[in-house]
């Protein structure tokens, strides 16, 4: 099913579609959290990576909730949007030798993520009332204040220390 492909008729596959894809963006978030955890040389970076890779694990159940909620298969479908920023990331922080800097890097990374994922959610929350799956706006609301205080917590880090540090 593509986005804005002759598979999207109603606004359940719009739904479902857009579940797709932030169920396989959480799925490579997991998948490379461990790594951007292991680059940072911030120890507050390093375990909020951490605590967030734990969090992520969590986003994925609730999102399984939800398929289950809509009597549907959890699965994911390619997200280019996502792939496409942790791609940048990678490149960012393969060419990046000041550790500062790369941890700066790293932050700004992970804050796209973020906000992508807010997106998404917000999206999901809106369709999901519209749609009348009620037991389905809980778990994503879940989801969604955990990455509105992923957020919060990135910018904190980034203004008291991580930026401060790689300017100097």
Excluded at 13 to 31: G, N, P, R, S, V
Aim: with cysteine; charged share 30%.
């Amino acid at each position: 099913m593509g986005l804005f492909s002759k598979d999207i008729k109603s606004m359940e596959d719009l739904f479902q579609h857009q579940l797709e894809d932030i169920y396989y963006a959480e799925q490579q978030i997991e998948k490379n959290l461990p790594t951007m955890a292991e680059k940072a040389t911030s120890p507050e970076l390093k375990a909020g990576f951490e605590k967030h890779l734990r969090e992520t694990r969590t986003h994925v159940q609730r999102l399984e909730q939800v398929f289950a909620v809509i009597g549907k298969e959890a699965k994911g479908v390619d997200c280019e949007a996502i792939d496409g920023i942790i791609k940048e990331a990678k490149h960012v922080a393969k060419n990046v030798d000041d550790k500062e800097v790369l941890d700066a890097a790293l932050l700004a990374s992970a804050q796209a993520v973020e906000h992508y994922e807010i997106t998404r959610y917000g999206t999901l929350i809106a369709w999901a009332k519209e749609l009348g799956y009620t037991a389905a706006v809980k778990p994503l609301e879940a989801n969604l204040n955990e990455e509105y205080a992923t957020d919060k917590t990135l910018t904190s880090l980034a203004e008291k220390r991580v930026n401060r540090l790689a300017a100097a």
